[in-house]
T-cell receptor, first 112, second 112 residues
Framework: AQTVTQSQPEMSVQEAETVTLSCTYD???????LFWYKQPPSRQMILVIR??????QNATENRFSVNFQKAAKSFSLKISDSQLGDTAMYFC?????????FGTGTRLKVLA | DAGVIQSPRHEVTEMGQEVTLRCKPI?????LFWYRQTMMRGLELLIY????????DSGMPEDRFSAKMPNASFSTLKIQPSEPRDSAVYFC??????????FGPGTRLTVL
């Protein structure tokens, strides 16, 4: 069975600081994708970053980057220079054969 | 390019009534997904379609739920009869290849 675990229900960070959100997963598939989605209070699910399992290089999107450790089945999200607009729920997702498995989310609050 | 469109954005109904949620996927996307989000259960995949054909409906909670996709640009999720425990946010998502999903804004359903 595929699982995604986010062990940090809530986190906070000071504006302009860096924060790392953790995610571990389990899958028996050899070809899969990993994603981080952001859900602000508006409820919209916004794709932040994606990682193909076959790529060793960690994905980066502006202030967002991941640390993908395939052997350890770990996929953490680093947010640099945190901004107030980063306040949201963050979901880690595992995409296998078309189906996503979502983690339970981490609520991130950026403090002014 | 318009994203995934869902209607209505909010729906309040009484127990026993029929509810129909609508979704217009992004043009050219071959996959469409329906999710339900609740505090207790998080994000759950209800059903997904590929080229208008339902592929996996194992997440549909019970026979009161049904989904259709009569053409590539429209899908519905129907609940009949509705119950208070169906209250949730329902998301539609579409994908060009099944691995990267783009979410609509969601429909917040309240069943009294």
């Amino acid at each position: 069975a595929q699982t995604v675990t986010q062990s940090q229900p809530e986190m906070s960070v000071q504006e302009a600081e860096t924060v790392t959100l953790s995610c571990t997963y389990d899958t028996s598939e050899s070809n899969y994708y990993l994603f981080w989605y952001k859900q602000p209070p508006s409820r919209q699910m916004i794709l932040v970053i994606r990682q193909e399992a076959y790529k060793q290089q960690n994905a980066t999107e502006n202030r967002f980057s991941v640390n993908f450790q395939k052997a350890a089945k770990s996929f953490s999200l680093k947010i640099s220079d945190s901004q107030l607009g980063d306040t949201a729920m963050y979901f880690c997702a595992l995409g296998g054969t078309y189906k996503y498995i979502f983690g339970t989310g981490t609520r991130l609050k950026v403090l002014a | 390019d318009a994203g995934v469109i869902q209607s209505p954005r909010h729906e309040v109904t009484e127990m026993g009534q029929e509810v129909t949620l609508r979704c217009k996927p992004i043009s050219g996307h071959d996959y469409l997904f329906w999710y339900r989000q609740t505090m207790m259960r998080g994000l759950e995949l209800l059903i997904y379609f590929n080229n208008n054909v339902p592929i996996d409906d194992s997440g549909m909670p019970e026979d009161r739920f049904s989904a259709k996709m009569p053409n590539a640009s429209f899908s519905t999720l129907k609940i009949q009869p509705s119950e208070p425990r169906d209250s949730a946010v329902y998301f539609c998502a579409s994908s060009p290849r099944g691995n990267e999903q783009f979410f609509g804004p969601g429909t917040r359903l309240t069943v009294l």
